[in-house]
Nanobody, 126 residues
Framework: QVQLGESGGGSVQAAGSLKLSCEASGYTVGRYCMAWFRQAPGKGLEGVASIDEDGKTSYIESVKGRFTVSIDNAKNTLYLQMNNLTPEDTATYSC????????????????????WGRGTQVTVTS
């Protein structure tokens, strides 16, 4: 049974940083496409960043240069380093993984993924 568990969210002032973690069990991270999505209050689910089996990353334009997605195989964990946060980054962030080869990009539709974590809240105050 694949399980994903996010941690690292919290409240931070604008220009601050947070590092989100997504620990996997029952699955080897990096085997297939993994991604981070977010959902802000009153808005739809938005793909933020992805990383494919070869380590190729993809980011939505609004986070390029500020967010970095990575994998630690030894810890079987997916990360999202978020720097220079703005109030517009306030959302619930969730990690997800596919269980087969898919077209892997931040824009890949959420329905393409197979397993999701419960999410972690990120609040950025001005």
């Amino acid at each position: 049974q694949v399980q994903l568990g996010e941690s690292g969210g919290g409240s931070v002032q604008a220009a601050g940083s947070l590092k989100l973690s997504c620990e996997a069990s029952g699955y080897t991270v990096g085997r297939y496409c993994m991604a981070w999505f977010r959902q802000a209050p009153g808005k739809g689910l938005e793909g933020v960043a992805s990383i494919d089996e070869d380590g190729k990353t993809s980011y939505i334009e609004s986070v390029k240069g500020r967010f970095t997605v990575s994998i630690d195989n030894a810890k079987n964990t997916l990360y999202l380093q978020m720097n220079n946060l703005t109030p517009e980054d306030t959302a619930t962030y969730s990690c997800t993984t596919a269980q087969r080869s898919i077209s892997c990009a931040y824009s890949t539709a959420y329905v393409a993924y197979d397993f999701w974590g419960r999410g972690t809240q990120v609040t950025v105050t001005s």
